[in-house]
């Protein structure tokens, strides 16, 4: 249930679901979306955890410059299980997508030097 809704909201904000969800080893979503300058990601991923079963929903953004990236990861949700990401996946993608438009190249303050 939740890849379908997910796509059919983040297909109208140009993200698509990148190949690493499409294999059926991760436990979690990612959607991934180039635009223009930036890059960025939206999804939900298994807190590898023994004594938890919950997720983390999180999004991304970053810009390359100089052969380094300049990104943010901001977790939306921590903790919570897969019904509450089933039962407000709207509010939480729609959340996901203000952060992103709201992040400024100032605050991609996290920066890894890129190997080619």
């Known amino acids: 249930m939740c890849r379908e809704a997910f796509e059919n909201i ?3 904000h140009n993200y698509k679901i990148s ?18 300058r930036y890059g960025g990601n939206v999804g939900f991923l298994f ?18 410059e100089n052969n380094q990236r300049h ?7 921590e903790h919570v299980e897969l019904d509450f990401i089933e039962n407000n996946y709207s509010s939480l993608l729609s959340d996901s ?9 100032e605050d991609l303050d996290t920066i890894i030097k890129l190997q080619f």
């Not at 997508?97 to 190249?105: E, H």
């Open 71 to 77: 990104f943010k990861r901001i977790n939306i949700a």
């Open 19 to 36: 190949k690493e969800s499409d294999l059926a080893d991760i436990l979690g979503l990612d959607f991934i979306s180039k635009d223009g």
């Open 97 to 105: 997508l203000k952060v992103y438009g709201s992040l400024k190249d």
């Open 47 to 64: 807190e590898d955890d023994l004594n938890k079963h919950t997720f983390t929903f999180y999004v991304t953004k970053s810009f390359d």
């Open 10 to 12: 983040l297909s109208a």
